[in-house]
C-alpha cells in the first residue's frame, strides 16, 4: 500500500497556509513561554543552580524538553552551566539584559531612601521584595535600632508567593486568575506544610485584600509579627513589596493600622516615582548620530 496523503485536497491552499501560520504561531509562543518557565524555575535555586532533575521536577514538563532549553539557553548565554557540578545557573546574557534597563527599572536604588525613613521612623527592620516567577525574592533589608530582634529574612531569600507577609502583597493584590494559579502550581511545592494550603492561601488573600494589607504571625515564630503592601504600577498591578517586621509585643492592633499606613505613603512614592522615570523618553543612541560615508573619487569621506 502507497503513501495516503492526510491533506484534504478540496482545502483552498492560502487557508492550509494559514493553519501551517498559526500552528506555528502557537507553537513558537509554547516555546517562549516554556524557555521564561525555566529560566524562572532555575533562578529559584539561586547560587548554586539546579540540576537537570530539579528543573524538570520543578517545572514539570518532559525531561527531554527541558534538557533542550536548558542547551538551547546555555547557548544563548541566557544560562551556564557549572564545569564541577554540572548544575544550570542564570548566566551572563541575564547580566547584560539586566543593565541594559539603567536606573529606570532599578526599585532597589528607587526605595532605597523610602526603607530608611520606615527604619528610621519605626526602629523595625524593613524589607523590599519583588515577585520572581512563582516566589517572592527578597531585594533589600534595613535592619532596625530597637533592641529586641525577631526572625530575619535574608537578602536574595526566595520563598513562594502568599509564604510571609513580604510576599503576600505580591499575590493577594493580583487579578483572581492569576492568583488561582500561582496558588495551584505552589500547591505541589508546599506539599505537607499545613500552614500553607491552597484553602488556607486563598483565605489570606481575601484577608489582605478586605484589610488592605497583609499580615503575618507564624506559630512557628510566636514572638514575630509582620505587615506587608505592595508597590503598585499604574495598572494597579504590584511590581514589588514592603515589609515590616517587630517583635509581637510592640505591635497591637492600633500600631499595625499606623504602620500599614506608615508603609502605604512610602508604597505611593516609590510607585510615582516609578512611573515618572519610565515615561522618560529613551536617551538617543550616540553612534546612530555618526553620519554615514559618502563616497568620493580615491576613497570615502563623511558626509
Known sequence: MG????????????????GMRANAQVDGAQSIRRAAQILRVVASFAGRGATLGEAVLASGLQKATVHRMLRALCEEGLLEQDELTRNYRIGVGVFALHASMGDRFDIRSLAHVALERIRDQTEDTVYLAIRSGYDGLCLAMHEGTYPEKTLRLSVQDRWPLGVGAFSMPLLAFLPDNEVDEIIEYNAGRLAGHDLYTAAQLRTRVSDARARNYAVNTMEAYPTMCAIGVPVLDAQRRPIASICLTAVISRMPPERRRRIADLLWAESVKIS????????VGAQADSWRSIPPARAVEGGLAQA
Not at 3 to 18: E, G, L
Not at 272 to 279: A, F, G, K, V, Y
Open 272 to 279: 510615582e516615582t516609578w512611573q515618572q522615570l519610565r515615561s
Open 3 to 18: 503513501y495516503k496523503s492526510t491533506v484534504n485536497p478540496f482545502q483552498p491552499v492560502h487557508m492550509m497556509r494559514h
